[in-house]
């Protein structure tokens, strides 16, 4: 009886499993968390990475920055421009005297293979990354860090930065598989912390798909994603935008000129736009400022001569640069400041009694070269007599390289500022100034302030001489604009000056 039983019993279960296929029902294998499939959204990325398969305590450039945020985790991210959320920690506490720190992780934890996450492997990952980044360096403040029971991390500190939660947001601070920098190469075939993992990757296209084991469970979230590098012409960008169907894209500085380009996007796409957070600006050349060939009365004459030409006295743009940061970011100086100090250059003593030299070099990127500013610089040179030449170079590395050889007069930068703190802008740029204008100590101790009134006028101090000592010149604050489609939303937790992360949007 019992042998003839089974057949029964498996033609019973094979007509319900058809009823509920027939009926719309899903059936989901065990460990199962794929979601529905979805037509891949369209990016339009005009950052793209230098080294796609670089160690994130490296990044340097915006590309890779954009790039590597999708891929990998933090403890928290921002949540705006002056706010952190949790992330792979869901809350933390923080004593009395702001130097012990209890990060409490999210249950489950697991990489994009599957595997689990465990706190240990956190604190190694920070342990690379606290010893210092591009961006950030907290060596000297970190004492120690070590995982507690119950999914905690532990961090003492001897001191707490102001912008501490801060620096744990940033890319340089993502979480990292152990296989992923074992035997002291970085390997980008490691498992990933981050919301999604990359398919194919060349010059023109990057293709993404969602990581099935990321922490953040929302609904309809974005499952697959096409990223395509941007041309680097604003009028082609423009109509390039306005032509095909793309579901989101970041314009980067200087793409949008008028409001009626404004308009035209928005006819088709919902347009967010930033405050001001990047600075078109130029540096002079480290090796020439020392061997006396750019000296500070010629630098002067050059600051107010071509700032003055930019603007032709134009008072009341709001894009118009007065100093690394725009005016009332924390620790920057105020346009009126910065007129006070560049109208005591002695730029008109200098121009008479001083002979000029005909010749100038700048180097400036092929993507730079292309924009309005750019030739309205260029223009400004030559209509006060200069004889200009151009190197032109394509590719962030080739930049740097250009960069650091010194080999030039002025480098022509779109510089990011940061409305959300100064700390990080000081310590990045003071590298590339022809002279520093701060120690790594007097940094230090700004970042270490706790009383915001002093902490920035510090930083205003540190802006006030560069521009007394003439070591960049300042000319157009550009803001992000960040567009969608009807068919995704964006988060309107946005941190702008962060680029637009593909983890902010949604299907609608």
């Known amino acids: 009886m019992e042998l003839k039983a089974k057949p029964k019993t498996k033609l019973k279960r094979t007509i319900i499993i058809i009823f509920l296929v027939l009926n719309g029902f899903v059936i989901l294998m065990p460990h199962t968390r794929s979601a529905p499939a979805q037509q891949p959204i369209r990016f339009l990325q005009p950052f793209w990475p230098t080294k796609i398969h670089g160690d994130p305590t490296g990044t340097v450039y915006v590309g890779d920055w954009d790039i590597f945020q999708n891929l990998y985790s933090t403890l928290v991210e921002m949540a705006s421009a002056n706010a952190v959320r949790p992330a792979l920690a869901e809350r933390w506490t923080q004593s009395a005297d702001g130097k012990h720190w209890v990060f409490y992780l999210r249950k489950n934890l697991r990489w994009s293979d599957g595997s689990s996450m465990t706190a240990e492997q956190i604190v190694a990952s920070l342990k690379r990354s606290v010893k210092g980044t591009h961006h950030t360096n907290l060596s000297a403040y970190v004492e120690s860090i070590k995982a507690l029971p119950e999914h905690q991390i532990e961090l003492l500190l001897k001191k707490t930065p102001p912008n501490f939660l801060t620096l744990l947001a940033f890319v340089d601070s993502s979480i990292l598989h152990p296989d992923a920098y074992k035997n002291g190469k970085f390997s980008w075939d490691a498992p990933n912390s981050g919301a999604f993992r990359v398919v194919t990757y060349n010059d023109t296209k990057i293709e993404f798909i969602a990581n099935p084991y990321y922490w953040d469970h929302i609904p309809n979230r974005i499952t697959n994603a096409v990223i395509v590098r941007a041309t680097s012409s604003p009028n082609e960008r423009i109509a390039m935008m306005l032509k095909d169907p793309w579901d989101a894209s970041q314009i980067n500085p200087g793409i949008i000129q008028t409001t009626e380009q404004v308009e035209q996007l928005k006819q088709k796409y919902d347009v967010f736009v930033s405050t001001p957070d990047f600075l078109f600006c130029l540096f002079f050349s480290k090796k020439r400022t020392s061997k006396n060939k750019l000296n500070l009365a010629y630098r002067q004459y050059l600051l107010k001569s071509i700032y003055d030409g930019f603007w032709n006295h134009e008072k009341n743009n709001s894009l118009r640069a007065g100093g ?108 590339y100034f022809a002279e520093p204008v701060a120690t790594t100590e007097e940094l230090d101790k700004a970042q270490l302030e706790s009383d915001a009134n002093k902490r920035n006028k510090m930083y205003q101090e540190f802006e006030k001489s560069a521009v007394e000592k003439a070591l960049f010149i300042p000319l157009k604050y550009e803001p992000t604009y960040i567009v969608t489609s009807k068919r995704v939303i964006l988060d309107p937790l946005l941190a702008a000056d962060w680029g637009l992360q593909l983890f902010k949007l949604r299907m609608r």
């Open 324 to 431: 690394l940061r725009f005016p009332k970011s924390k620790g920057a100086i105020s346009v009126d400041q910065f007129d006070e100090i560049i109208s005591n250059f002695k730029s008109n003593l200098f121009q008479k009694n001083k002979k000029i030299p005909k010749n100038i070099e700048i180097v400036i990127s092929h993507q730079t070269r292309q924009k309005p500013q750019a030739e309205k610089f260029l223009n400004i040179l030559k209509s006060m007599g200069f004889k200009v030449k151009e190197i032109i170079v394509s590719g962030e590395d080739a930049h740097e390289k250009v960069r650091l050889s010194g080999d030039f007069d002025l480098d022509v930068m779109y510089a990011g500022v940061s409305e959300y703190d100064p700390d990080t802008v000081w310590r990045y740029y003071n590298r």
